[in-house]
């Protein structure tokens, strides 16, 4: 799997995908993200070791995704981070956390601001349509308040393309989103190993109604497939 990419357009910034002992929420119906985990704290350290020697400190930003939240990966791949923010003098470093992690959260960022890194946390809100999220997704989010929501976090993911959304109600998501948060980055969901399906319809509602009043947006990343930032896909072997 590929681990390691370089964002160069929106947020310029490299990206790694490590490896943890997985989401310990795992209630989400879309989502089989989980299944990249082991329970072997070791062999996950080695594996981030070696995905984290490929970070150059080019742009001075570093965002950090591992199929789950921060408290899911080891202390020395913590311990790794930090060093490597201090050496490579890696300014923003962003962070995944699920929303039951929110009180872990202003001790990473004092950890962190100690090697001059400042964190930009990003959750998975998927919709702030709170009875579609919580009764369709089951995502895990009791607060259906998003300046609450928004309090302990920097940034949002949203999840579009499932039955029940309109052009309208995604529209209102993103809105909702850039008034909350820093920035919102847009999934739209992939057939996976779940038993949700993406709906057609509702995907070319976002491409052709949504989606170009927010292509040249700063703040809104959009993901047309969920490796578009050039991780999580399958390696290439090359030679065959």
């Known amino acids: 799997m590929v681990r390691y990419s370089m964002i160069q357009e929106k947020n310029p910034r490299e990206i790694v995908l ?6 310990r929420w795992r209630r989400c119906t879309f989502c089989d993200y989980h299944l990249d985990s082991s329970p072997d704290r070791r062999e996950n350290f080695r594996l981030n ?10 742009y001075h930003h570093l965002e950090v995704i ?11 791949t913590i311990q790794q981070l930090l060093d490597l923010c201090r050496e490579k ?9 699920h929303w039951r992690y929110r009180d872990q959260i202003p001790a ?23 009875e579609f999220r919580e009764e369709v997704l089951c995502k895990g989010i009791p607060e259906q308040d998003p300046a609450r929501i928004a309090r302990q976090f920097d ?20 809105e909702t989103g850039l008034a909350h948060f820093e920035r919102v980055c847009v ?21 052709e109604a949504v989606m170009p009043d927010y292509l040249e947006n700063d703040r809104v990343d959009i993901l047309l497939n ?15």
């Open 155 to 174: 940034e949002c993911c949203l999840l579009f393309g499932l039955t029940g959304q309109t052009a309208e109600s995604m529209r209102r998501d993103v």
């Open 18 to 23: 490590l490896r943890g002992t997985g989401c």
């Open 187 to 207: 999934n739209l969901f992939v057939e996976n190993q779940t038993d949700l399906k993406p709906d057609e319809g509702v995907i070319r509602a976002f491409t």
């Open 108 to 130: 990473l960022r004092a950890a962190f601001a100690a090697v001059g890194t400042t964190l930009k946390i990003k959750t998975g809100v998927e919709t702030f349509d709170h």
């Open 49 to 58: 070791q070696a995905v984290l020697a490929q970070v150059t400190g080019r």
């Open 226 to 240: 969920n490796t578009d930032f050039g991780v999580g896909a399958p390696e290439v072997d090359h030679a065959q």
């Open 66 to 76: 591992n199929s789950g939240s921060f408290p899911e990966l080891d202390r020395e």
């Open 89 to 97: 003098a890696i300014r923003t470093l962003h962070f995944e956390c």
